[in-house]
């Protein structure tokens, strides 16, 4: 079974401009919820969606949003980046009920 | 809401010997709690998890880890470690059953360097 995929990798942004990152769920899995990791701050939760619907959020400016499709799959949007924006994104998926949630790779996203 | 403390930024040991990650919880209510790893340019891959039961609980690459819920406190161990155990554990709880409003929250990592 393929686990999470994000796409892409690597990003480098300009400040100011967006960016949109994806996330494919374990097949199955129709909880899909994203993180921040920054060596400061560290590993900070962003939201979470399940059935197209956002269940839960973090501490983040509107900047940050995100969506998520029929299939489960997931979207994240940050508009006006800026350089404290740069950091590992990444995307958890989880069956619903179920606690252990299972990661992507990351995107690595750079503002400069 | 709930906290994770991890003693230890970074943890330096010789290959073959013993390790211990400490972790400690905060919480008013019952928890679940895990350990990743995240090994460089890598993602988080799940260790080990406690929900209920046994205290001890193993997990994959000979990890261990010990709920203790009077000390709040869950302890990753391995008797023996390689050079390829080298990575950032992360400590993470929730105290939700996998319902609405599920989120994790994370310690601030354990740099393990296993050294020849």
């Known amino acids: 079974k393929a686990g999470v995929t994000q796409t892409p990798r690597y990003l480098i942004k300009t400040r100011g401009q967006q960016v949109t990152l994806s996330c494919s769920p374990i097949?199955?899995?129709?909880?899909v919820s994203w993180y921040q990791q920054t060596p400061g701050q560290g590993l900070q939760f962003l939201f979470e969606?399940?059935?197209?619907?956002?269940?839960n959020k973090g501490n983040f400016p509107g900047r940050f949003s995100g969506r998520q499709f029929s299939n489960s799959r997931s979207e994240m949007n940050v508009s006006t980046l800026e350089l404290g924006d740069s950091a590992l994104y990444l995307c958890?998926?989880?069956?619903?009920?179920?606690?252990?949630?299972?990661f992507g790779q990351g995107t690595r996203l750079t503002v400069v | 809401a709930q906290s994770v403390t991890q003693l230890d930024s970074q943890v330096p040991v010789f290959e073959e010997a013993p390790v211990e990650l400490r972790c400690n919880y905060s919480?008013?209510?019952?928890?679940?709690l895990f350990w990743y790893v995240q090994y460089p340019n890598q993602g988080l891959q799940l260790l080990l998890k406690?929900?209920?039961?046994?205290?001890l609980v193993k997990g994959i690459n000979g990890f261990e880890a010990e709920f203790n819920k009077s000390q709040t406190s869950f302890h990753l161990r391995k008797p023996s470690v390689h050079i390829s155990d080298t990575a950032e554990y992360f400590c993470?709880?929730?105290?939700?059953?996998?319902?609405?409003?599920?989120?994790?929250?994370f310690g601030k990592g354990t740099l393990l360097t296993v050294n020849p």
């Open positions: 958890a998926s989880r069956l619903q009920g179920r606690t252990e949630a299972f």
């Open positions: 097949s199955g899995h129709r909880s």
């Open positions: 969606y399940f059935s197209e619907t956002q269940r």
């Open positions: 919480s008013s209510v019952s928890v679940y």
């Open positions: 406690y929900l209920s039961g046994s205290t």
């Open positions: 993470a709880v929730t105290t939700n059953s996998g319902g609405s409003n599920y989120k994790l929250t």
